[in-house]
């Protein structure tokens, strides 16, 4: 069984009219009193939510990493792209090196002191789940023993590039950040279990797998339509907490808050194609 042994989630919610964003430097000096310098925040994002789901534990050494992300490190590859672009320059070593998708893989390994596999997976929507994935397929082969899986998005300064990058309307008031973690573990414990993801290619066939399943909650990390509403409606469920335009890693932050709670629980994902994952969580 695979056993969720500690999560961890930051969700920050920002503003046009925000001064500073929230410091991350003072959270990932509770775990480290080493002070990493020239980093970025995305990779503050990394490190700040690992370090904290780790909390301190010493990890098997071949602990896999598994990192989601739907837009990776956007501020410095910005950054990077206007220095060739835009100056004719070349970019500085360490924008340049900070720009890759495993940068931030390279910084949490090397303070967590673990040698697994390390593996950055973008899969739009899917992201986290994709992740989580690859995480219990390796888990339940008996490649490894431990996995932790995170999935990160930063929000970029100014505001309203931003919102261009995204597509979003230059009204959209509240955009989000988030690192979200979860560390797994392979064990005898029946306490807090969690399964591989299923994966459906429309609604017929979630509904065909819900009708398998024994009760349990069901969280959406989505809006419902109308058919959706339908399908659901003799099951109890809700929707994870959205106060706004969501971007990023956003099931990570429903998945990660699930596993908190007791009791059996399904969450529950849809893409943008109307495709849908399922993540069962035995509490």
């Given amino acids: 069984m695979i056993r969720i042994a500690s999560s961890y989630s930051i969700f920050n919610a920002l503003t046009a009219e925000q001064g500073p964003r929230p410091d991350l430097q003072a959270i990932i000096s509770r775990w480290t009193p080493q002070r990493i310098r020239r980093i970025d925040r995305y990779i503050q994002l990394c490190l700040a939510g690992g370090l904290s789901c780790v909390a301190g534990r010493e990890l098997p050494?071949?602990?896999?990493?598994?990192?989601?992300t739907r837009y990776g490190a956007v501020a410095t590859s910005a950054q990077v792209i206007s220095t060739i672009e835009q100056e004719g320059q070349l970019p500085k070593p360490v924008h340049f090196v900070n720009s890759l998708g495993n940068s931030a893989g390279f910084y949490l390994t090397q303070l967590l002191q673990i040698t697994g596999n390390t593996l950055v997976v973008s899969q739009e929507e899917f992201s986290f789940e994709a992740a989580l994935l690859h995480a219990c397929l390796d888990l339940?082969?008996?490649r490894i023993s431990t996995a932790l899986i995170g999935g990160f998005d930063e929000v970029t300064l100014p505001f309203a590039q931003q919102l261009?990058?995204?597509?979003l309307a230059?009204?959209?008031?509240?955009?989000?950040?988030?690192?979200?973690?979860?560390?797994?573990?392979q064990s005898n414990d029946a306490s807090s279990v969690l399964q591989t993801p299923v994966y459906f290619n429309n609604l017929a066939a979630l509904s065909d797998w819900l009708?398998?399943?024994?009760?349990?909650?069901i969280q959406l990390s989505f809006a419902p339509n109308a058919d959706e509403q339908t399908l659901l409606a003799p099951y109890p469920w809700q929707e994870f907490s959205r106060a706004a335009v969501i971007q990023g890693v956003y099931s990570g932050a429903a998945l990660t808050a699930l596993a908190a709670?007791?009791?059996?629980?399904?969450?529950?994902?849809?893409?943008?194609?109307?495709?849908?994952?399922?993540?069962?969580?035995?509490?």
Avoid: D, F, P
């Fill in 61 to 68: 050494t071949e602990t896999g990493l598994y990192l989601a």
């Fill in 140 to 142: 339940n082969s008996g």
């Fill in 164 to 167: 261009e990058r995204l597509g």
């Fill in 170 to 185: 230059a009204n959209t008031a509240v955009l989000h950040e988030g690192s979200h973690w979860l560390l797994l573990e």
């Fill in 211 to 217: 009708q398998q399943q024994s009760a349990a909650a």
């Fill in 261 to 283: 709670q007791a009791g059996r629980a399904i969450h529950l994902n849809r893409n943008s194609l109307g495709e849908y994952c399922a993540v069962i969580i035995e509490g």
